[in-house]
């Protein structure tokens, strides 16, 4: 009688190696483009000099932090960039949810596909293009808006050269822009919901409106929280391209943001250290912050928070 031959079992990595592979790719890239340059952090603590590298420039310590906090303009940029980016939070964030809400509530599954990808369409118009559509629309001689007050008899004005309305066109070109991209994860949270929900608040007799205030809005609630904290996260990396683009010497007041200061220090005026001093104190209060309202999200609630 022939002896059965036993195969080794194979390991854990030969079984699996297809997903190995799968995670080894997000992996290389936080690796490659997330990590390994963390190794520049080091220029904000160095009078960085070509000729020498990185590593043989000399220690200057916390001088370049000082430097930065000692210009009489880093308060306002500072400020500009909080003020801009919680602006365009506190305005996104509700406007999605009104949105995702609304489609839910569509009767008719046409018009709610329509509508749709009417809001999602301008999420793909490039910065570029999206700036220049902005421009051309608030020239001073023939742009839409001033065409429309001269029919009025009122003269035109340069709203893109008045600093006190910089940040009113950054906001809402942007909800324009990204409302219906935003609202899909809420939509997404309302088809989650428990249809049970509904039905024992048809038994009780609830309007539409006492339907979301009761049911919708709460179901979604840790979703908008989850979304509020993270995009904390980001709230003093305002983007670079539109606010640099939107820029000029007339709204510079209003419009000079961290990202396009450092980009101004760093690769116009090849300031290295400086800019890097100043990207990392742009890091810090990021993580300060979204540490924060994750902290003050679970004390409100202990499923509230990311973590």
């Known amino acids: 009688m022939k002896k059965a031959i036993l195969h080794p079992r194979p390991s854990r990595w030969r079984r699996h190696w297809q997903f190995y592979v799968i995670v080894a790719l997000p992996m290389l890239y936080f690796l490659l483009f997330k990590y390994l340059p963390l190794y520049g952090v080091l220029l904000a603590f160095k009078r960085y000099r070509v000729s020498q590298g990185i590593w043989n420039s000399p220690w200057v310590g ?8 000692k210009n009489p303009s880093s308060l306002r940029i500072m400020y500009n960039t909080f003020s801009l980016s919680m602006y365009a939070l506190v305005s996104s964030i509700p406007l999605a949810v009104i949105l995702a809400i609304a489609l839910n509530e569509a009767g008719s599954r046409l018009w709610k596909k329509s509508v749709q990808m009417i809001t999602y369409a ?14 051309q629309f608030l020239d001073p001689a023939l742009g839409l808006f001033n065409t429309i007050r001269a029919l009025f008899g009122k003269p035109s004005v340069n709203y893109m050269g008045e600093a006190t309305l910089f940040k ?29 929900l509904y039905e024992a608040a048809r038994v009780d007799g609830v309007n539409k409106f006492q339907k ?48 396009t200061y450092v980009y101004k220090m760093g690769l116009i005026n090849s300031d290295f250290s400086y800019s890097t001093a100043i990207d990392v104190v742009n890091s810090v209060i990021n993580i300060i912050l979204i540490l924060t309202f994750n902290h003050l999200a679970k004390l409100r609630n202990k499923e509230g928070g990311l973590w």
């Open 212 to 259: 979301v205030w009761y049911v919708d809005l709460p179901s979604i609630k840790n979703t908008i929280v989850i979304m509020f904290i993270m995009n904390m996260g980001f709230i003093m990396s305002l983007g670079f391209e539109k606010a640099f683009l939107m820029q000029n010497p007339l709204n510079l007041e209003s419009a000079e943001i961290m990202s």
């Open 122 to 135: 301008p999420y793909f118009i490039s910065t570029v293009v999206m700036v220049a559509i902005l421009m």
């Open 168 to 196: 009113h066109i950054y906001v809402w070109s942007a909800l324009w822009q990204n409302t219906g991209y935003n609202a899909i994860i809420y939509l997404a949270a309302l088809t989650g919901i428990n249809p049970e």
């Open 62 to 69: 916390l001088y370049q932090f000082g430097k930065f906090f």
